[in-house]
């Protein structure tokens, strides 16, 4: 089955009364900002889009997103392949609105002065922050594992007694 591209952006207002759900990618090429963040990006990505109205009657995005990217290990150098995943729930605001009583639950994000979102932007960000913050192989994968954490022998030095003075002074006085 051939996967289609989605489109760069959409009205989510409309998309809501439609109760749209789009299954497609965001082709690799597009996300500049993702590719600085990594070594590469091995595929397009996977993305799942639903359109909607919560209880309040506020429209509601809900997507998911997947791509392989490619990381380098901070612990060895050597770079390797990562499964960068993102959910995400969004409502939409008009341009230079604030966003007061909306549910925690919600991120905001800003429609355009056309009322429409961009959905490339959106997935590349939430991507974006689904990065680890410090990418390492798994301890068994990487290849400084002899030096997994501890560089040198710990020497236990025996403590003498600071009470041990007033012990002898008080031996001595009997």
């Not at 996967?3 to 090429?29: E, N, T, Y």
């Not at 791509?67 to 939409?92: G, H, M, N």
């Not at 002065?113 to 961009?118: F, V």
């Amino acid at each position: 089955m051939q996967r289609l591209k989605i489109q760069i952006s959409v009205d989510p207002v409309r998309a809501a009364q439609k109760k749209l759900d789009i299954q497609g990618i965001v082709p690799a090429a597009n996300l500049s900002r993702l590719a600085e963040s990594t070594k590469g990006i091995c595929n397009d990505i996977e993305t799942n889009l639903s359109f909607d109205f919560d209880l309040q009657k506020l429209p509601t995005i809900r997507g998911t997103a997947e791509v392989d990217v490619i990381l380098e290990c901070q612990r060895c150098s050597d770079a390797f392949q990562y499964t960068c995943k993102a959910e995400f729930l969004y409502t939409p605001v008009r341009f230079g609105a604030e966003d007061t009583d909306l549910p925690s639950a919600y991120d905001v994000i800003e429609r355009d002065e056309e009322g429409e979102i961009n959905l490339h932007q959106l997935v590349e960000d939430e991507l974006i922050l689904n990065l680890p913050l410090i990418a390492m192989h798994d301890v068994a994968d990487c290849g400084l594992k002899e030096f997994d954490t501890s560089f040198g022998e710990i020497v236990e030095e025996e403590r003498v007694n600071p009470f041990a003075v007033l012990e002898s002074l008080k031996r001595k006085s009997k």
